[in-house]
């Protein structure tokens, strides 16, 4: 079966720098995008940005360049979200996601909820 | 950068009712959008890609349709396990893409 498993729940204070992490397994981590989707409690999805495994030369939402740094590690299967410096409105629940079928995201990892207060 | 529009905001609908959903884009996105639907507390799921194909494992009373810069996502009679927000996305350009508002369909 193919899974995206992510790490755990994080609270923050403001400023702090945090590292998130997706494990892929059940199909070949490099061969296809993985993307990462923000979405604010109560609110709608937006796409952060997407790296391809066998290059690491992620594409960014224009929103969110600078902010946040997207890699991947394809010798562990592992993509990874992290924040230099938090602010309150990074408070949201993250997405990975798979873009398989046609570059869709046709598979999606369990959320990672990030709370910085 | 292309803005997908979703209405209405709010469907209000019964278990075996049609429901249609539009997305309107900004600027032509050909036939490269998907449908996804999300249910309170879980990841949102994959169920139309390229405008009309169903994604695996979704049932056949989910339908899309349209090109360029409208599109609908119809649910022929709606079941129970229906009610939930979609959203639509496009990547017309990739590896850049958008989402829609979403459209929350209520009971």
């Known amino acids: 079966e193919v899974q995206l498993e992510q790490s755990g729940a994080e609270v923050k204070k403001p400023g702090e720098s945090l590292k998130i992490s997706c494990v892929g397994s059940?199909?070949?981590?490099?061969?296809?995008?993985i993307g990462w989707v923000r979405q604010i409690p109560g609110g709608g999805l937006e796409w952060i940005g997407t790296?391809?495994?066998?290059?690491?030369?992620?594409k960014y939402n224009p929103s969110f360049q600078g902010h946040v740094i997207i890699s991947a590690d394809k010798s562990t299967a592992t993509a990874y979200l992290q924040w230099g410096g938090l602010r309150a409105s990074d408070t949201a629940i993250y997405y990975c996601?798979?873009?398989?079928?046609?570059?869709?995201?046709?598979?999606w990892g369990q959320g990672t909820t990030v709370i910085v207060s | 950068e292309v803005v997908l529009t979703q209405s209405p905001a709010t469907l209000s609908l019964s278990p075996g009712e049609r429901a249609t959903l539009s997305c309107r884009a900004s600027?032509?996105?050909?036939?490269?959008l998907g449908w996804y639907q999300q249910k309170p507390g879980q990841a949102p799921r994959l169920l139309i890609y390229?405008?009309?194909k169903r994604a695996t494992g979704v049932p056949t009373r989910f339908s899309g349709g349209g090109s360029g810069t409208d599109f609908t996502l119809t649910i022929s009679s709606l079941e129970p396990e229906d009610f939930a927000v979609y959203y639509c996305?496009?990547?017309?350009?990739?590896?850049?893409?958008?989402f829609g508002g979403g459209t929350k369909l209520e009971i």
């Open positions: 996601v798979r873009h398989g079928h046609y570059y869709y995201m046709d598979v």
């Open positions: 059940g199909y070949i981590f490099s061969d296809d995008w």
């Open positions: 790296v391809y495994p066998g290059d690491s030369n992620p």
């Open positions: 600027q032509s996105v050909n036939y490269y």
């Open positions: 390229n405008a009309s």
């Open positions: 996305q496009q990547r017309s350009n990739w590896p850049s893409m958008t």
